[in-house]
């Protein structure tokens, strides 16, 4: 059972059912519609209408009411989701990673430091464990296994993958679908050691698509974590908003006034993958990044936030032709088409295509002659 809209709402008061006080005013809105249609958007109290029947009560408060609860654990936000589909609207709380630290164990010291350096950077967003959690022992920013245990979540030892996929699907459907209070808490999966990590892998990825607010690891694998990050990092993303970088001229490798100089858009995806290769060309490099409300290059050329003009006002802005000695600037292969619109707006430099893949380009800086 989803969100109500307006039309479903007005289906039940006086303009619709043809009754006494028909966009009477009284609730303050001119229609009886454009009090639907408020109340739909939770942006006016049901109350104010004296006249909405019962059932409407009765429908509209199931309806509003949060799916699921979030709970805050040190900081660590889970749960709080409202759809089954990242498509429908969006994931709002990304699925957490919690490792155990048994100091009953003589190694955790050792474990708890790996731990806490493990990070890396992906797509600007820095990547670490989000909760520690400790048996026998507490420790300061941790939260000790008791504690965790008195938490209103729902918590789910994984064992069989099939009993264990099913159950958290049958949970997050009963909170979004049926709004059942019974299974309105947050989720955790429980990993015990395991040696096969390949397995680990394969379930803890499933589950972390379908529906675990959270997964409690015993055992610390950089690699397993690494994989469930990058995972986690492309489905909590929010499809309404793209993922970008600033527009702004990047330097690889100490550049100078006749290094390489290459161009895209600001759409953090491909930001990224060029970025990488740029470092690790034996040369140095500029990367124009040109403002394109975060989209691929075909997209904003297609959208025409990728247009000759421009691109020569971006060149302009950052008044990079008095900056450089080089007059080469490399464009995306997918913008071959472009060459010569952008020759013609852009005097100061010769528009070289460059690659269609990013991982082409150290190939092809090998070929070229500059
Ligand atoms: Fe319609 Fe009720 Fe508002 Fe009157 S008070 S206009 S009946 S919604």
Same mark, same amino acid.
């Given at each position: 059972m989803t969100e109500l809209s307006g039309l479903q709402i007005f289906k039940y008061l006086p303009a619709a059912t043809k009754t006494e006080h028909t966009n009477c005013k009284e609730c303050g809105c001119p229609t009886c519609m454009a009090f639907a249609l408020k109340l739909a958007k939770h942006n006016i109290d049901i109350?104010?209408?004296?006249?909405?029947?019962?059932? %409407?009560k009765e429908i509209y408060e199931k309806n509003a009411k949060q799916p699921q609860k979030t709970i805050d654990i040190k900081?660590? =936000?889970?749960?709080?989701?409202?759809v089954l589909y990242r498509h429908e609207k969006t994931f709002i709380n990304k699925t957490a990673i919690a490792v155990i630290v048994d100091m009953a164990n003589p190694d955790w010291e050792n474990k708890l430091k790996k731990i806490k350096d493990f990070e890396f950077v992906r797509i600007n967003e820095h990547l =670490?464990?989000? $909760?520690?959690i400790t048996k026998n022992g507490t420790l300061p920013e941790t939260v000790s296994y008791d504690e965790f245990k008195k938490l209103p979540l729902i918590e789910i030892v994984d064992e069989d993958f099939s009993k264990t996929s099913e159950e958290l699907i049958k949970i997050r459907e009963k909170a979004i679908l049926e709004k059942d209070e019974n299974f309105s808490n947050p989720t955790f999966?429980?990993?015990?050691?395991?040696?096969?990590l390949d397995l680990l892998c394969a379930k803890a990825s499933y589950y $972390?698509? =379908?529906?675990?607010?959270? %997964?409690?690891?015993e055992d610390?694998?950089?690699g397993l974590i690494t994989t469930l990050m990058t995972l986690r990092q492309n489905i909590f993303t929010d499809p309404q908003q793209p993922l970008q970088v600033e527009s702004k001229i990047y330097e690889f490798n100490n550049p100078d006034e006749n290094s390489l100089i290459f161009m895209t858009t600001n759409f953090a995806l491909t930001f990224f993958a060029v970025a990488n290769e740029l470092e690790s060309l034996p040369v140095p490099s500029y990367l124009i990044v040109t403002p394109a409300e975060g989209m691929s290059v075909l997209t904003a050329w297609s959208a025409e936030k990728f247009t000759a003009k421009m691109v020569a006002q971006t060149l302009k802005n950052f008044d990079f032709a008095n900056k450089v000695k080089?007059? =080469?600037?490399?464009i995306p292969g997918l913008l071959a088409h472009m060459k010569d619109e952008l020759q013609e707006e852009i005097k100061d430099f010769e528009i070289i295509v460059g690659t269609i893949d990013a991982f082409a380009i150290g190939d092809f800086v090998k070929n070229m002659s500059y």
């Open positions: 109350e104010k209408c004296k006249y909405a029947p019962k059932n %409407l900081g660590v =936000k889970i749960g709080g989701e409202n =670490k464990i989000d $909760l520690i999966v429980y990993f015990n050691h395991s040696n096969n $972390l698509c =379908k529906y675990a607010n959270m %997964l409690v690891f610390f694998n950089e080089n007059r =080469k600037i490399i």
